[in-house]
Nanobody, 124 residues
Framework: VQLQASGGGLVQAGGSLRLSCVAS????????VGWFRQAPGKEREFVAH????????YYTNSVKGRFTISRDNARNTVYLQMNSLKPEDTAVYCC??????????????????WGQGTLVTVSS
């Protein structure tokens, strides 16, 4: 599975962006997908996760109520809608997937496939 993330950019605080993660490979619909981000000088952190069927979604506390993860398996795409963006959301955002995630969705080491990052910059 190869993943490609896109949709990042520069936005003012309070604005919105929608990130997309497009996958190649017929098995994508059988894998859960997560979004992670890494800000300059900081460690990579979990942002959001969606189960293979889309019925279960999890978010890190700092984005709950502002970000929404969704997927369209027919299009092999997972989205991250980001609203009410804050300067502290500035980071490189990556999507990841794989068959070993299970209940360890916050652990980046459980994901086998990673896309390249897309930069989100939120100005104050």
């Amino acid at each position: 599975v190869q993943l490609q993330a896109s949709g990042g950019g520069l936005v003012q605080a309070g604005g919105s962006l929608r990130l997309s993660c497009v996958a190649s490979g017929r098995t994508f619909s059988t894998y859960a997908v997560g979004w992670f981000r890494q800000a300059p000088g900081k460690e990579r952190e979990f942002v959001a996760h969606i189960s293979l069927g889309g019925g279960r979604k999890y978010y890190t506390n700092s984005v709950k109520g502002r970000f929404t993860i969704s997927r369209d398996n027919a299009r092999n795409t997972v989205y991250l809608q980001m609203n009410s963006l804050k300067p502290e959301d500035t980071a490189v955002y990556c999507c990841a997937s794989g068959p070993r995630v299970g209940s360890w969705y916050e652990r980046s080491g459980r994901y086998d496939f990673w896309g390249q990052g897309t930069l989100v910059t939120v100005s104050s």
